[in-house]
């Protein structure tokens, strides 16, 4: 008798694929900015640039023990909301660090503190669910 594996809850999925998916783009901007931004970048543009890529990495990484929190408790809508946050305040931090680093006027730096509040906020939430004691999907509620 085969036991078949428990099914990923779609937040669960959605959250990994997105998380795993933007670690994949700040490696290559990682990778893009220590080797071809490097001479072409002021020290400061370029360490600008790789805060944007600690970041965007830091948070994706975030995205995904979202994926792997959604799938081993209840979920909710801290959990979602929690996850949209990460990717918005990768998309308004970080996405706004490396417009600027590209030649994007320097008003778009305005962008990145909402960005930098999105990260608090999502961190905020993903440990109001944590403390909720929200049952595990997988144990029954035990």
Known sequence: MQVEAPRIAPLARNCIAAGAILMVIGVMLGAF??????????????????????????????????GIVAQVTAGGARLRWSARLMLAGI???????????????????MVAPIGGVSFMVAWMLLAWHAWSGRPSQASGGT
């Open 33 to 66: 900015g220590a080797h071809v931004l490097q001479a072409q970048l002021t020290p400061k543009q370029l360490a600008s640039f790789q805060t944007g890529v600690h970041y965007h990495m830091l948070h994706a990484l975030g995205l995904l023990l979202v």
């Open 91 to 109: 998309v308004l931090f970080s996405g706004s660090i490396y417009l600027m680093t590209a030649g994007a006027p320097r008003w778009l730096g």
